[in-house]
Nanobody, 115 residues
Framework: QVQLVESGGGLVQAGGSLRLSCAVS????????MGWYRQAPGKQRELVAV???????NAADSVKGRFTISRDNAKNTVYLQMNSLKPEDTAVYYC?????????WGQGTQVTVSS
């Protein structure tokens, strides 16, 4: 069973920064893609950013230029650097690992941005 553990969430003022980490119990090189999703109260879960095993990245338009996804294969960890945070970024952030045959999720970490 693959375990994903997110950390780094918290309360920050608008304009501030946070770095989320996702520690994976298995080599992340095995997964086709690693991603960060978020879910705000009363809204559907949405994709924030994704990074493939080859290192290609993509991000939602709402976070482009502010958020950066990266991975450290040696540490089996995926990061989400979040800068210039806005109140609308407030949500529970989830890490996802996609291996074509299976999909794994972490328990989520809360990010709250105050205005």
């Amino acid at each position: 069973q693959v375990q994903l553990v997110e950390s780094g969430g918290g309360l920050v003022q608008a304009g501030g920064s946070l770095r989320l980490s996702c520690a994976v119990s298995r080599s992340i090189f095995r997964f086709n893609a690693m991603g960060w999703y978020r879910q705000a109260p009363g809204k559907q879960r949405e994709l924030v950013a994704v990074i493939t095993s080859g290192g290609s990245t993509n991000a939602a338009d709402s976070v482009k230029g502010r958020f950066t996804i990266s991975r450290d294969n040696a540490k089996n960890t995926v990061y989400l650097q979040m800068n210039s945070l806005k109140p609308e970024d407030t949500a529970v952030y989830y890490c996802n690992a996609d291996s074509r045959l299976s999909n794994y999720w972490g328990q989520g970490t809360q990010v709250t941005v105050s205005s």
